[in-house]
């Protein structure tokens, strides 16, 4: 007979977590990629176990079939656009230099006409270009390797967005967010 903590226990060991989400994404926007446990955790900067572990938990939430090691992008999309904001709320740090994020990174940089004085959503990293307030990403390491792939910097940036932006900014996340997993499902 399980005892109520460990009943807990096991619901809470079974939640998703912020960096599963960003293992997801990063799967889901690079859908040729083949990988290993060991190739991918090298790639996003995770353990392998933490990886493992993320993957059976997206599987339990019906975001990750195991069997097919496949992103169930159509769950994924419904539960990023209106679901994360909720789960992983983004909150406003101190101003940082970083790398731009949300409706400061592309591609709703391009869509949005910004005040010159309007602060700017931004990820702490050495190399960053831009100074703004802080936003913690979904995982810490999210800029070393947003560096050198741009497609996961964008839904990065696109799903801060939503979690932390005004109607107009997630409107337009969500619209992009459809672009990048809702075409192929």
Same mark, same amino acid.
């Given at each position: 007979?399980?005892?109520?903590?460990?009943?807990?226990?096991?619901?809470?060991?079974?939640?998703?977590?912020?960096?599963?989400?960003?293992?997801?994404?990063?799967?889901?926007?690079?859908?040729?990629?083949? %990988?290993?446990?060991?190739?991918?955790?090298?790639?996003?900067?995770?353990?392998?176990?933490?990886?493992?572990?993320?993957?059976?938990?997206?599987?339990?939430?019906?975001?990750?079939?195991?069997?097919?090691?496949?992103?169930?992008?159509?769950?994924?999309?419904?539960?990023?656009?209106?679901?994360?904001?909720?789960?992983?709320?983004?909150?406003?740090?101190?101003?940082?230099?970083?790398?731009?994020?949300?409706?400061?990174?592309?591609?709703?940089?391009?869509?949005?006409?910004?005040?010159?004085?309007?602060?700017?959503?931004? %990820?702490?990293?050495?190399?960053?270009?831009?100074?703004?307030?802080?936003?913690?990403?979904?995982?810490?390491?999210?800029?070393?390797?947003? %560096?050198?792939?741009?497609?996961?910097?964008?839904?990065?940036?696109?799903?801060?967005?939503?979690?932390?932006?005004?109607?107009?900014?997630?409107?337009?996340?969500?619209?992009?967010?459809?672009?990048?997993?809702?075409?192929?499902?």
């Amino acid at each position: 007979v399980l005892c109520y903590d460990e009943i807990l226990y096991s619901r809470i060991s079974n939640m998703l977590l912020e960096q599963d989400l960003y293992v997801l994404l990063n799967l889901a926007v690079n859908p040729q990629r083949r %990988w290993t446990f060991s190739s991918l955790s090298q790639d996003l900067l995770i353990s392998p176990s933490q990886l493992h572990l993320g993957l059976n938990r997206a599987n339990l939430s019906g975001l990750y079939h195991l069997d097919d090691r496949r992103v169930v992008k159509s769950s994924l999309e419904e539960f990023v656009i209106h679901g994360v904001r909720y789960a992983f709320p983004a909150e406003k740090g101190p101003i940082i230099r970083g790398m731009p994020t949300s409706f400061a990174a592309p591609p709703l940089k391009m869509q949005l006409v910004l005040a010159g004085d309007t602060s700017i959503p931004v %990820w702490d990293d050495a190399e960053g270009t831009a100074v703004g307030y802080s936003i913690k990403p979904l995982h810490s390491h999210a800029p070393k390797v947003c %560096w050198r792939d741009h497609a996961f910097y964008e839904i990065l940036a696109l799903v801060d967005a939503i979690r932390e932006g005004r109607a107009r900014e997630r409107k337009l996340a969500a619209e992009e967010i459809h672009k990048r997993l809702g075409k192929s499902r």
